[in-house]
């Protein structure tokens, strides 16, 4: 098909996650301004093959009309549409069942232990609030769609999702992606909702992981818990096939890379650089979040010093960490814990010019955070588990002149790279890694890198997309033909 103009017509791409991918501030009755948030589905922005819509939560409760309509009209100069969640759904199905019992299961954390027997009576009401909240998003996207459009649904808020868009339409093309890990099926069968979540995803005509292990999972967790036929392919049910892959997520690396270029970055590069000059820069930047790990990596770092007592005013540890979900109690918890521990090694081992750690709980703006990763010896990537982590791919993308090492956790996953690998948990393994790390040859260094970033400036999150929606067409043209013959 072909533009008035002559130019192909590129697909519709209806994109629908909880958040959409800029945030909305209040500025008057009906003026809003908007800001780009950071996050992994921000790589989806840099996609061009498609005309790409955003559908999702805005992250603001705006009860009144005037509101709802302004946000409408100032989110569509960005191809976002908004979807109005109250304040009561927010509670019960972002705050409750996202993030206090999905969360934590698909992390292998466990149902909330404070108070089980307040979470088991909670539950119901969360998790119909969740499938109310879906059936919403359900209900905007359905308002949006035309014949033809690609629907892309993503990650665990919305797995309910596939089974109500198709329930308005058994031609919609709908995708399901998830950006966490899918646990072993032992883990998934402890949620009391696992059976219907499992059959919703099922709904969908691909459904994609960032792993294969994930993907094995979730096809394991269909034939054990629903008692269906997993295929090479995916899961059958009655002869309907839901193709079932693994589809890595990259980042826009040229967006970095060029980054480095502009001279607001390159004065931070040169202020940081003197700042810091004669240590050793190590880096970690993390949501402010259990499963990063955080607390251990700072007292793998304490480990470093107490154990490598002539590199102690040789290297300093920058740990960035945006605080999430700050009205919960146990993310409250973690960040006092940081804090204590922070305090108590900075008190142990700084001197009155300088300490070993500097803890920031923010977010930094862009320019900064590439400024950062540039000048960075070591980062320190240490997830107790991860569905992927771009922070590892973010830091390769901005390292083509000071090429440093990676330490990546065992347990978060980044496909194609090269790092010192550790066990987070296990602090004196790590401890032992950062030293190889900060004492690495230049050779191996140089080796590393080459690799690192010929794989991240190619496996990126235009390819990504590209991928998952055209195995998600593919998948739509087999399935007819298979119903033809
Ligand atoms: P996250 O858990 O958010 O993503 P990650 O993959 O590391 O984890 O992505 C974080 C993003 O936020 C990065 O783009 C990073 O630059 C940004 N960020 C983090 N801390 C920041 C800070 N202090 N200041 C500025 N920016 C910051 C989820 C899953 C991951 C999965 C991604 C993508 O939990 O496992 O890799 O989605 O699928």
Redesign the pocket.
Known sequence: CENQDGRPLRQRLLVVANRLPVSAVRRGEDSWSLEIS???L?ALLGVKEFEARWIGWAGVNVPDEIGQKALTRALAEKRCIPVFLDEEIVHQYYNGYCNNILWPVFHYLGLPQEDRLATTRSFQSQFAAYKKANQMFADVVNKHYEEGDVVWCHDYHLMFLPKCLKEYSSNMKVGWFL??PFPSSEIHRTLPSRSELLRSVLAADLVGF?TYDYARHFVSACTRILGLEGTPEGVEDQGRLTRVAAFP?G?DSDRFIRALEVPQVQDHIKELEERFSGRKVMLG???L?M?KGIPQKILAFEKFLEENSHWRDKVVLLQ???PTRTDVPEYQKLTSQVHEIVGRINGRFGTLTAVPIHHLD???DFPA?CALYAVTDVALVTSLR??????SY?FVACQDSKKGVLILSED?TISGCWSNPCQPWNITEVADSIRQALTMSCEEREKRHRHNFAHVTTHTAQEWAETFVSELNDTVIEAQLRTRQ
Do not use: W
Request: net charge negative.
């Open positions: 950071a996050g992994g921000s950006h966490t960032h997520i980042i930047v993390d949501r979040d499963i960035i960490a945006v923010r977010s930094l955070l991860d569905g992927m982590n771009l922070v973010e978060s």
